[in-house]
């Protein structure tokens, strides 16, 4: 112990007040474990600070300067001005509101809160810098640890985040102005979504992406739907290209980027944003120590209860290797974790784990694709329905896209679903709740839906599988 630490114990310690530290730590504490919760900076982690939060706030106030500004078709006249300051105080606002709630959520759980970054000592202690100097440390010992120190943008040679004119997506969260011309390298789903925003806020937006298509990991037809809007909002796309560097000129910068053939492009734009992924914290707290080992990418392997190789030493949320890097799998590996410690007999099943990416329109999935469900031995049979024949669809003027729902010919279980369209973050659900309940395509289809609401489509597209469908022509 160096001069000036104070030893305390505790039964669980969290590292990370992150969607999958402070669930954590709040569901040790339901289970009545003297828990503490050890956070470097901000209550909420990336997801409400730097993330999923003012991501969505931004991409709110940009749909709606959007919608109002091309609603002639409707007989609607405006020409909406976008004070991007105000945006960002209220964007700030819900984010205030989310992190204080955090914050009292685990002081009314009875969670201890310590303010500081944590390195391990050994496996059953960690020495806790408190920021600022003259602050002073502390030791923690811990009978159960639970890691939850998330991840951090991947910065690429030649683009220096503390470049001014190179943003990271926490850069962009935080803008003030809109670029007049914005370079987005990256077409995956964060790239997208803020490229998307700043399309609607009135910027020349091209990006630049490495593959031949935008969002990898989600089939062609349901990416095809967001790039066919996103070109028609102008986004400039260019596929086979990486950025290799930028430059200044007397109007702006010049972004370059290179063919895999070597043929070099160059783009000028005023902000250049990288958004090529993000990579797990463990680098910085002597992992060693503990006697635990991260992979060559820095990711942590688990057992289904989220144990590291050290058994009472647990792993969640961006840190963990094989599960995607999302919020509402951070929080409820983060519960399985703590119950686990409680003695529960819990398990992480990833059978159905939803996945949203909030571009115009918005990606929904859940489950198996047709193909994951031929590779897993299945005869899969699909049913989709268009949103094009949604009443409801075309009376919000957002009738782009279709449900697929996807399930298994001999039982019926649904396996899984892809949706492209108006509000298919949170008609997902539905397929979600299905897959977990053992739902069949008939049970989808039998219950009943209300109208008029974009709901239907979801029952319709198990019609569709069923060859019962009255509003789509069935295959
Ligand atoms: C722009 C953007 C948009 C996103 N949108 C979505 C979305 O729409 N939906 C979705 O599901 N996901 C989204 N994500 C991903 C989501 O934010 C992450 O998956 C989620 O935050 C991971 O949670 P976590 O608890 O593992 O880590 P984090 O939220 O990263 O929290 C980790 C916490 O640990 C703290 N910490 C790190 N090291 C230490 C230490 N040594 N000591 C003490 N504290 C430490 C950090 O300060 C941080 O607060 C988005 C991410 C970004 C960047």
Redesign the pocket.
Known sequence: MVVGDIATGTEVLV???????YVAAIRAAQNGLDTTL?????Y????LN???IP??ALITGADLAHEAGNAEEMGIHADPVVDMSQLRDWKNGVVDQLTGGVEKLCKANGVNLVE????FKDENAVRIAHGGEGQGSETIEFEHCII????R?IQIPGFDFGDEPVWS??DA?EADTVPERLVVVGGGY?GM??STTFAKLGADVTVVEMLDDILPGYESDVARVVRKRAEDLGIDMHFGEGASGWRDEDDGIMVTTETEDGEENEYRADKVLVAVG?SP?TD??DIESAGLEADDRGFLSVDECRRTDVEHIYA????VEDTP??????SKEGIVAAEHIAGEPVAFDSQAVPA?V?TDPEIGTVGMTEADAEEAGFTPVVGQMPFRASGRALTTNHADGFVRVVADEESGFVLGAQIVGPEASELIAELAFAIEMGATLEDVASTIHTHPTLAEAVMEAAENALGQAIHTLNR
Do not use: N, Q, W
Not at 148 to 151: F, I, K, Q, R, V
Not at 325 to 330: D, P
């Open positions: 590292i990370g007040a992150g969607p999958g530290g050890v956070e470097k900076d901000a909420g982690g990336t997801c730097y993330g999923c991501s969505k500081g970054t944590a390195r939850a120190t998330g991840s943008v997506s926490r969260l964060i979504e803020l993000r914290v910085t707290m969640v949320g961006d840190v890097m999302l919020a509402h799998v951070a949203a909030f």
